[in-house]
């Protein structure tokens, strides 16, 4: 029996104790903040009723096709210059409420004939500023959107029925509900809340205000950009899932050029892009005020064959999301109405669900609640790699006055930022090696606001 079991333990593998990986060494997992009460508060302010008061009153324009805006014969309270009015009347009553908080404009411009437009046509951009309250953060801004115009399946079609209750009457009950609920507050950084025209023309409308906003050098640092996010409910759907929105973001930016993107590609940073930063603190600010309730990160600019207003503010060079429904219905975008075969088309209020717009609405409102209440990023962080070691030197620069810094990092497989470390100087030294995981930065106020992150770029030898 001895003899036996002798041979049985020399036929075992040998186990010892697995060391600690260097990336779990320093610092500690990711939690999420502590909620923010003044933040959590006006959350709570979001109304389900208010979001389908607005998706009913811009349906009930019956289309918002951007070249309605020429038709001079329209019934009244029909068309697209109709819904710009009530627009602008909702954000001025806002300001109302909150004493003249909010600058209420118009973005008017003439589209010269293209694609999909046949004549000059006239286009409005309806927005609200809510100036920040800091003199030292008030140029830092971030902006929220939807756009208000529809369509049916003829493009050209300016007067025929044209409900866009999802496609994007959701999205602009989005970008209201955040200014009512946020107007209440004083944010450190500029809030801008948006409604644009002619996306179904080819993102002409937010093309111009991002053209608009780069001439007039707005320090933009992200743009939340809502489409469909009507959370469809056709009858007989099983696979929608009303507990996520996706959030698509851009990898490599647009503005890259193609020897920058060789670049970004050759270093694994092909994830790591401002807009993908973005998305990942919308995921980190979702996870603080709602365990019931997520974003979804989707790693691509957007889906396929489509398009969004994100993307024209990322051909700009700014840092731009698109949030989404999990799972679309095309019978319900860009359909006449009518009944085939059993089949009901056309962009109707009953296949919107308005307390998913709200959760979607909470989500958004607490992203940029969070952010414009944050300090300032970390300027320049830098990735020291002139030496062949296994510990990483990181050093930034900027400042933060009564923040802190976090270090955080990833494993390179890994899609969220998993660890981080607190420091209070400029320049850290961690035994971690800087070939195994990604790295960031980011600034993190006293009450727990976090900044985005900022991603260090290598110190690459001079060629």
């Known amino acids: 029996m001895l003899r036996r079991s002798l041979l049985l333990a020399l036929c075992l593998p040998v186990v010892t104790a697995v060391s600690a990986r260097d990336l779990d060494v320093a610092g500690a997992p990711i939690r999420p903040a502590k909620p923010d009460p003044a933040i959590a508060r006006a959350l709570d302010q979001v109304s389900a009723t208010e979001i389908e008061h607005t998706i009913r009153t811009l349906v009930a324009f019956h289309t918002r096709s951007t070249l309605s805006s020429m038709e001079k014969d329209l019934p009244s309270g029909q068309g697209i210059n109709a819904a710009a009015d009530w627009i602008e009347a909702e954000l001025k009553r806002y300001s109302a409420e909150c004493g003249g908080c909010l600058e209420v404009k118009r973005d008017v411009f003439t589209a010269p004939p293209q694609n999909r437009i046949p004549q000059p046509t006239t286009l409005t951009n309806v927005y609200a500023v809510l100036r920040g309250s800091d003199p030292a953060q008030s140029k830092r801004m971030y902006l929220v959107t939807g756009h208000y115009d529809s369509r049916n399946s003829d493009n050209f079609d300016a007067r025929g029925e044209a409900p866009g209750a999802n496609d994007d009457a959701s999205g602009v009950a989005v970008s ?84 920058q993107a060789k670049q970004l590609d050759s270093l694994g940073y092909a994830s790591d892009s401002p807009s993908r930063e973005l998305a990942r603190a919308i995921d980190d600010v979702g996870a603080t005020y709602s365990a019931r309730f997520r974003a979804q990160l989707e790693f691509r600019r957007d889906r396929f064959l489509r398009g969004g207003d994100h993307t024209s503010f990322n051909q700009e060079g700014f840092t731009a999301v698109r949030f989404t429904e999990w799972r679309e219905d095309f019978n319900h975008q860009h359909q006449n109405l009518r009944t085939d075969n059993g089949v ?120």
Do not use: C, M
Not at 208 to 224: F, I, P, R, T
Not at 348 to 360: E, G, W
Not at 430 to 453: C, E, F, Q, Y
């Open 176 to 259: 209201l509900a955040s200014a009512h609920v946020l107007s209440k507050l004083k944010p450190a950084a500029t809030l801008v809340f948006v409604a644009v025209a002619g996306e179904e023309q080819g993102l002409v409308g937010s093309r111009h205000l991002a053209q608009l906003a780069k001439s007039a050098g707005w320090q933009l640092e992200g743009v939340l950009n809502n489409d469909i996010v009507g959370g469809n409910t056709t009858p007989g759907e099983r696979l929608q899932d009303k507990s996520v929105v996706r959030v698509f973001s851009e990898g490599i930016p647009a503005t890259a050029t193609p020897e």
């Open 344 to 463: 009901e088309y056309g962009d109707l209020i009953k296949f919107v669900d308005f307390r998913y717009v709200a959760q979607v609405a909470r989500l958004n409102a607490a992203t940029l609640a969070t952010l414009a209440a944050a300090p300032p990023p970390p300027a320049n962080p830098q990735l020291v790699t002139t030496d062949l070691d296994n510990n990483t030197t990181l050093l930034w620069e900027g400042e933060a006055p009564g923040a802190h810094y976090e270090v955080v990092w990833r494993e390179l497989t890994a899609p969220q930022w998993q660890r981080s470390i607190t420091v209070t100087d400029r320049k850290v030294t961690l035994p971690i090696s800087k070939d195994n995981v990604l790295w960031g930065v980011r600034s993190v106020d006293a009450a727990g606001h976090r900044s985005l992150t900022v991603v260090p770029a290598p110190q690459l030898p001079k060629r």
